[in-house]
């Protein structure tokens, strides 16, 4: 079966996979069934009706009838995935452990669990239990030679210059954007936030990736990733659901150019030695470098190596040796004399080098 993009199969997940070809698709979202064992109704303190997740497709003989079918579909998640591909599936205490086994047997390798925290949770009505406020996120790669997808320098920009925590609070998928049938009550019972897709892609895809959910429900994955610029093929089994997805798809009108564009990683640019900058009269044999308060400076000797009257070694050597520190970053350390005399680092020239030499495209 050839790999049709931007698209919803009807279909049973495992049976949909099994057709689809191998190595196809860069990062897969999964919210496979729960399990959920739901014993009885469940009803507020003014006695009305809590809508609970009682569909068929949640329910299960037994256990090692929800691991078989757990088996399945993972095997064949693994087999469509690139070589350099990735995983999330969501789950609750319910069945996330499970999971989380069956995952690493398959060949996986985890790299975080996540915590999404909701903002927003349903009470335990009945009292017996703490509130279940959070559902457990596994990243993994195909394997443990995956060199997956990180956006980490767009995390840290999307969270004001912080380092991404696992731990994220998000809403509930609620008001305008929870999905109602006709009869006005809501469309599917486990609807996830958008804004939850929203960080996972841009965490851990590129613009142009293959984006496959096998349990797509009301295609919550395709219309982020339709945004966001991404390809998106979803898996589900019923029409209604399908329906659903192919109205709101519709109306999505995807970001483009280079509002798609995120803060690259610095190790993901091309290198540039500080020597190609002299070899190529940018910096001249002689020039002198200062640090940024003038306190220290240095002169450029041919090779591109530093020189402060009693050592000599590369901008970064140097730069800690006049700091008396354990290491430097020469390029934002070292200084150069740009117009009228003010003072500008030399990683600026950096960015220029590498934008005129066409060595960004």
């Keep these: ?50 809508d609970g997740v009682t569909d068929a497709w949640d329910q299960f003989d037994s256990f090692d009838a929800y691991d078989l079918f757990t088996h399945q579909w993972l095997t064949e998640c693994r087999r469509v995935l690139k070589d350099d591909g990735a995983i999330w599936v969501i789950g609750s205490y319910h069945n996330i452990f499970r999971v989380g086994t069956i995952l690493q047997d398959s060949g996986f390798w985890i790299q975080n ?8 949770p349903m009470p335990n009505f009945k009292g017996t239990r703490f509130q279940n406020a959070h559902e457990t996120m596994i990243w993994a790669g195909k394997s443990d030679k995956s060199k997956v997808t990180f956006n980490y320098d767009a995390l840290k920009t999307f969270n004001e210059d912080k380092q991404m925590r696992s731990d994220w609070l998000i809403p509930i998928c609620a008001g305008g954007e929870r999905l109602k049938g006709e009869d006005g009550k809501k469309a599917h019972p486990t609807q996830k936030p958008e804004a939850l897709l929203q960080r996972i892609l841009l965490a851990t895809s590129k613009p142009g990736d293959v984006i496959l ?116 970053n020469g390029w934002t350390y070292w200084h150069y004399e740009a117009q009228a005399g003010d003072l500008a680092p030399i990683d600026l020239l950096r960015r220029r080098y590498r934008h005129e030499m066409g060595l960004m495209s």
């Design 1 to 50: 079966m050839e790999l049709h993009k931007n698209t919803i199969i009807e279909g049973e997940c495992v049976d949909v996979l099994s057709r689809l070809p191998d190595n196809s698709v860069d990062l897969i979202f999964a919210d496979p069934p729960y399990n959920l064992q739901l014993g009885g109704g469940l009803t507020r303190p003014d006695q009305s009706h809590v």
């Design 113 to 120: 669990d996540v915590i999404w925290r909701k903002s927003n």
């Design 213 to 328: 959910d096998p349990f797509s429900g009301t295609g919550t994955t395709a219309a982020v990733a339709k945004k966001l610029g991404r390809a998106y093929v979803g898996i589900e089994q019923d029409p209604a659901y399908i329906r659903l997805s192919r109205a709101r798809l519709a109306g999505i009108t995807p970001v483009e150019g280079d509002m798609l564009q995120v803060q690259e990683s610095k190790k993901a640019l091309p290198r540039v030695p500080f020597g190609a900058l002299v070899e190529n009269g940018w910096l001249k044999p002689g020039d002198r470098l200062w640090s940024p308060k003038k306190r220290f400076n240095a002169r450029i000797r041919i090779d591109g190596s530093l020189t402060t009257g009693d050592a000599t070694g590369s901008i970064h050597r140097m730069g800690a040796h006049v700091q008396k520190a354990p290491a430097c």
